[in-house]
């Protein structure tokens, strides 16, 4: 999961009104594609062969006649030889990734055997880029509390202000900001499903998007025809000390082997340097060292080993997200309840976290707790998966050494899903790992389109960081 604020272009496509549906087969409302169109600084070669349509959808699914938003889609059509299998569904993550712009201008996520034998199909979640964004002032969002909380001042001027957020975001959103939950999105898949026509799909989740995944072959598991969650979200976490511990010991765990590479690597900028120590004097002089430790937390997603160590040894501390209005992190409140009571129980998280984590003590995630505070309880919380019925099973992909999605929650989610999920365990670094590795990419793509179940326990080499 990327918890940061993005900055996403907004844009109108064309679509048909489908108000009123429900989720029930009955309703089957038919899409209008036109050629996607370039935004901005897209390519327009590389735009070219993509089809958009906007997908007409209630607010909230508890209330199918009430007000509608529309839902941004983008596809590109199987491109042969091969028999078409399908359509394979994308769920974009972040929170707030694009699918729309994947489709158009990304591609190269999808191997060229994907691309030949399936419809390629994905959206921009609820609340993201163009499907209805959540929006709030820009002012606002620049003034947004450090998650590193230093006093029981500090922490009462938190809340006041997510409260306050809250309701600039509501006033700009309009009626969808209390509804951009994924027990809403599962829905808003299921729909999509329905107005291509098919009555199975295919489904690749990455990051955020295994968390939409997994809710839905929980809620519709007679329409998957086979799923991929790749660097798996597990939304089991029953306490904010659990979803904390977990996040910060991935990235450490991440961050260690950072070191171990530069130790053994001649050409790394801090080679023969005491890098703990130098990262512990980083940390102290910077005036913002949550922002410090996310910069380094994100270029361990690829790694980026080597411009790491010269970030590092340069001291240079990474700018701050420009700010655009747009937040798509507002999801994360109404997916997780993660309750700090006090301001001695937050301390108590970072003292504990600095306690079992040398150098990455500020995880990413942090901030995933620090912005719900004050919130109310969320609409769909934790919970262990119930998976029923699957024809195949899910197959869950992870790094051992992922950053953002450590590989104790595959492990979590694959003892869920029971024999309805397979692990693919790939043996390196990084967050993802369908493009690191061919032995994960020709495995996964096997399973997706001939549904060859890899074998439990199957993993897969690890292949050394470019740099």
């Known amino acids: 999961m990327t918890f940061i604020r993005r900055a996403v272009a907004g844009a109108l496509f064309i679509g048909v009104a489908a108000a009123g549906l429900t989720t029930t087969a009955a309703a089957s409302p038919q899409l209008r594609w036109a050629d996607c169109q370039p935004e901005g600084k897209d390519d327009p070669a590389e735009v070219k062969g993509s089809e958009c349509a906007t997908l007409r959808l209630p607010v909230d699914w508890r209330d199918p006649g009430g007000p509608t938003f529309g839902l941004a889609l983008a596809r590109r059509k199987a491109e042969g030889p091969g028999e078409r299998v399908g359509v394979l569904v994308f769920g974009p993550g972040g929170p707030g990734d694009s699918g729309v712009d994947r489709v158009k201008t990304g591609m190269d996520r999808f191997s060229e055997d994907l691309r030949d034998r399936f419809d390629i199909v994905s959206f921009d979640p609820r609340g993201v880029a163009r499907s209805n964004p959540v929006k709030c002032s820009v002012d606002l969002l620049d003034k947004q509390p450090s998650p590193i909380i230093r006093s029981a001042a500090e922490f009462t001027a938190t809340i006041s202000y997510n409260r306050a957020l809250a309701k600039d975001c509501r006033e700009h959103t309009g009626p969808l900001y209390d509804h951009i939950d994924t027990w809403q999105t599962v829905r808003d898949v299921d729909a999509v499903r329905r107005a291509l026509g098919e009555s199975t799909i295919s489904f ?264």
């Open 204 to 467: 690749h989740g990455s990051s955020y998007g295994t968390l939409l995944g997994a809710q839905y072959a929980e809620t519709y598991p007679r329409r998957v025809r086979a799923m991929v969650l790749e660097s798996v979200s597990d939304h089991s976490s029953a306490t904010t000390q659990a979803f904390l511990d977990d996040q910060a010991a991935a990235g450490q765990d991440s961050f260690d082997e950072f070191v171990k590479w530069c130790d053994a690597t001649t050409t790394c900028a801090l080679h023969g340097t005491d890098i703990h120590a130098r990262w512990a004097d980083l940390l102290a002089k910077s005036p913002d060292p949550f922002t410090l430790s996310f910069g380094v937390f994100r270029m361990l997603y690829e790694p980026k080993w080597a411009a790491l160590a010269e970030m590092l040894k340069a001291g240079v501390t990474p700018p701050k997200p420009t700010q655009t209005g747009l937040y798509p992190l507002a999801v994360f409140c109404q997916d997780w309840n993660l309750p700090v009571r006090s301001y001695r129980e937050y301390a108590g998280h970072l003292q504990r976290l600095a306690r079992n984590n040398q150098d990455l003590r500020y995880p990413g995630q942090l901030m995933a707790v620090s912005i719900c505070l004050g919130s109310p309880p969320a609409d769909n919380p934790q919970h262990r998966l119930k998976v029923r019925e699957l024809k195949t099973p899910v197959l869950l992909a992870n790094a051992i050494h992922d950053p953002a999605t450590g590989y104790m929650w595959a492990q979590s989610v694959e003892r869920q899903l029971g024999r309805h999920g397979v692990l693919l365990t790939y043996q390196g670094w990084g967050h993802g790992s369908y493009t690191k590795s061919p032995c994960m990419q020709s495995a996964i793509d096997s399973y997706l389109i001939a549904r060859d179940v890899p074998e439990r326990g199957t993993s897969c080499p690890a292949v050394p960081p470019a740099g």
